[in-house]
C-alpha cells in the first residue's frame, strides 16, 4: 500500500512538474511574441530616430526570434498590410541587426551561398533572402552585380560555391543573366532564379534551361539543403 502511494505521489508531482514547465514555455512563447509584435509596430508607425540607433538599443534576440519576425513580416506583406517603405525599414532592422558582432551563428556550410541582384543598392527580395536564410544558419554573401560581375566570377572561381541565387527586380536584367548561365552551368553551379518578372511572365523561364525556379522560401530553402549536403562544413 506504501508502495503504490509513493507512485500515486510521484506521478501527481511529475504531472505537476510538466503543467509547470508547459505554462512556462507557453508564458516565454506569448513574451516573445510581444515583443516581436511591439517591434513591428514601432518600426511601422516609425517611432525612432534612424535604424542603426534603434539596433543599438534594441532588445537581444534569439536567432529564432528573428526568423519569426521575418516570417510575420513576410505574412503581414502577402495580407497588404504593409507600405513598401514599412518593409524596407523592417528588413533594413532585421539585416543590420544580424550584422552585430554580438550576434553568433554556426553555419551548417562552410562556402556562402552568393544572392546576386542588378542594383547598386541593396534590394528588399535580396535583403529577406540573406536575413532569411542567415537565420536558418545557412551563410550567404550579396553579390550586387549593377556594374560589373567580376566579383562574382573571382568568388566562384576561387570558393566553387555549388549553388547561385538571383533575384530579378526589373525585365532589363533578363539579358545579362542569360549571358551568365552558360558560364554557371560550365562551372556545374546550380541556379536558382527568382524575381518579378517571371512572375508576371512566366514564359521568360523557358530561356533558362537547367535553371531552378522555387515556389517560396520554404521550397527554396529545402532544395539548397539538398543540394548543400555533402560540402564540407
Request: with cysteine; hydrophobic share 40%; net charge neutral.
Amino acid at each position: 500500500m506504501e508502495e503504490n502511494h509513493k507512485t500515486k505521489e510521484q506521478l501527481t508531482n511529475g504531472s505537476e512538474t510538466s503543467q509547470t514547465e508547459h505554462r512556462r514555455a507557453g508564458q516565454a512563447v506569448t513574451g516573445s511574441v510581444n515583443r516581436l509584435s511591439t517591434l513591428m509596430k514601432r518600426i511601422v508607425d516609425s517611432d525612432y530616430g534612424s535604424i542603426e540607433e534603434l539596433v543599438a538599443g534594441s532588445e537581444i534576440y534569439s536567432i529564432g526570434e528573428i526568423h519569426a519576425f521575418l516570417n510575420n513580416i513576410i505574412v503581414a506583406w502577402r495580407a497588404k498590410e504593409l507600405t513598401p517603405a514599412a518593409i524596407y525599414a523592417l528588413l533594413k532592422f532585421v539585416h543590420i541587426y544580424l550584422e552585430q558582432p554580438r550576434t553568433k551563428f554556426t553555419f551548417k556550410n562552410r562556402t556562402p551561398i552568393p544572392i546576386c541582384y542588378f542594383s547598386s543598392y541593396l534590394l528588399p527580395s535580396a535583403s529577406l533572402l540573406h536575413s532569411y536564410l542567415k537565420t536558418l544558419l545557412l551563410a550567404t554573401a550579396l553579390f550586387p552585380l549593377d556594374e560589373t560581375d567580376r566579383y562574382l566570377i573571382e568568388f566562384i572561381e576561387k570558393k566553387k560555391p555549388p549553388v547561385v541565387i538571383f533575384t530579378i527586380s526589373q525585365f532589363l536584367h533578363i539579358h545579362p543573366l542569360r549571358q551568365l548561365i552558360p558560364y554557371l552551368h560550365n562551372r556545374n553551379v546550380k541556379v536558382f532564379i527568382g524575381g518579378i518578372p517571371f512572375v508576371y511572365d512566366e514564359s521568360l523561364k523557358q530561356a533558362f534551361s537547367g535553371c531552378i525556379f522555387p515556389h517560396d522560401l520554404t521550397e527554396m530553402t529545402l532544395l539548397l539543403e539538398n543540394s548543400l549536403k555533402g560540402e564540407p562544413r
